[in-house]
């Protein structure tokens, strides 16, 4: 049985009927009163997968509407196509307003572990998760309950000066994932590590306060093994009042899991 | 007037009442009998920018649940949450079976052309259009109407050499697009441009004949100036029988107008 505030639990859904899930946003995976991208998501993709009939998301894609408060929350889901090997779903997740809106495909993904026909890539150099810095959010700093406590954070000391003000002056995020308690990650989980880490532009040379997220994509190749999740999130285009943050998710034996872009909002005109 | 062969006209829409918008999928727009992705995510793209309100797609995602054939389809279109500065809208472009899911994020992009807050990356080094490999693609060589007749691509002649055998062994393909008759390419039309050229994988050197595409997301950053297109087109992961392809557009003033990526299926087991 999992704990109140397991992943497994805090992002369960129970069929209602005609297309409907129940769910709550739980207590706790908010940063500062909005709950984290990634958790919303994984909330509706265990919707979408009930109503696929399939356990995996192979590509899903939400929009961000409006932020997410603790409380009740509905996922609507329509099954779009059932096909052989894949079922594509579309949803939107919904409180007293839309919260996302979305569509995905999903299926049943290979173990990890298995040789790839082309691979131009590796997995980032990190030093061990011992030897890498905690990151407890801002949540912790303000005294609340934080997302820091639900998901196991450790970043790259390289990637880390932003927390004391002297940021790399890359917008590059790396480190480690994994849920606490020994809680395994499955493909759901894998949502939620594609948006846990800080904002690429925290390490950047201009002032940004804030990036909301208008949509994210993951991509899942396999599922993860045991064990730490290697991270990578880099940003190369800050422009148009947009930025994109690409991610990485490589698994315990070295396998590529997922692969993650999101496209988030940057202030206009940002005083230097 | 556009000619009934512009990509204005082949991808235009009428509104039928009630979210619905009939188009037709026109001859020539497809490859060996299959209507082309960015020319089926075109014609979805200008219904949910016409039920949005707004003229730019920011972003939109697509899935592909069955080849499109010349003919009628219909869009169906749900505006998800209307703000300030943008709209979301779900669809499904339908033919006599669900050709394509979708879900966008519509807004009034800038003009291209403005300083990015950070940019690394650069458009690709391409020699002149006339010193590029003009591509006529499988259509051409099988005598029929060619998409490659509706969208004018040149390529990077140092990707060009699967066309006769002799593949880079770098899953990329780099290459110029635009319109013929000097039709403007819009925000719709770079929906065209990032799924218009051959796959990446093409010229890589283990033996793939087909990669249908499950997703493509698209980015867009700015409207585009006129002139040619320079493009961008590589894979880094085929894995778990999946390849991303990543793109990007870049226009005549040097400006990153769209990213893209979307992923495909790769066949399990390829006979070495």
Redesign the interface.
């Known amino acids: 049985m999992n704990p109140p505030d397991a992943f497994a639990t805090a992002t369960g859904v129970r069929p209602d009927g005609d297309g409907g899930w129940s769910a709550s946003v739980a207590e706790g995976w908010d940063i500062l009163g909005n709950a984290n991208g990634g958790y919303l998501l994984a909330i509706a993709a265990r919707a979408m997968a009930g109503a696929a009939g399939r356990p995996d998301p192979?590509?899903v894609?939400a929009?961000y509407?409006?932020p997410g408060r603790p409380g009740p929350v509905t996922a609507r889901t329509e099954v779009?196509?059932q096909?052989r090997r894949?079922a594509?779903v579309?949803a939107?997740l919904d409180a007293d307003r839309?919260l996302l809106?979305?569509?995905?495909?999903f299926g049943e993904?290979?173990p990890s572990g298995?040789a790839?026909?082309?691979?131009?890539?590796a997995p980032p150099e990190l030093p061990d998760p011992d030897d890498c810095e905690w990151h407890e959010g801002a949540s912790a700093a303000a005294g609340a309950p934080s997302f820091m406590d639900r998901v196991e954070l450790r970043l790259h000391p390289d990637d880390a000066g932003f927390r004391t003000g002297d940021p790399s002056g890359t917008?590059r995020v790396r480190g480690w994932f994994r849920l606490p308690g020994g809680e395994p990650v499955d493909t759901i989980g894998l949502l939620q590590a594609v948006d846990a880490f800080p904002p690429t532009?925290f390490n950047?040379r201009?002032p940004v306060a804030w990036t909301p997220t208008?949509?994210l994509?993951a991509?899942l190749?396999?599922r993860p093994a045991p064990g730490w999740l290697a991270c990578a999130f880099s940003?190369?285009?800050?422009?148009?009042?947009?930025?994109?943050a690409d991610g990485e998710v490589w698994d315990s034996t070295g396998?590529?899991v997922a692969?993650s872009?999101q496209?988030a909002l940057?202030p206009r005109d940002?005083t230097p």
Request: charged share 15%; no cysteine.
């Open positions: 192979v590509t894609t929009h509407l409006s779009v196509k096909g894949f594509t579309q939107r839309p809106a979305l569509v995905g495909t993904l290979e298995g790839g026909l082309y691979v131009e890539g917008p532009v950047a201009f208008v949509e994509t991509h190749r396999a940003t190369r285009f800050v422009t148009g009042g947009f930025l994109e396998t590529l692969q872009r496209l940057v940002p």
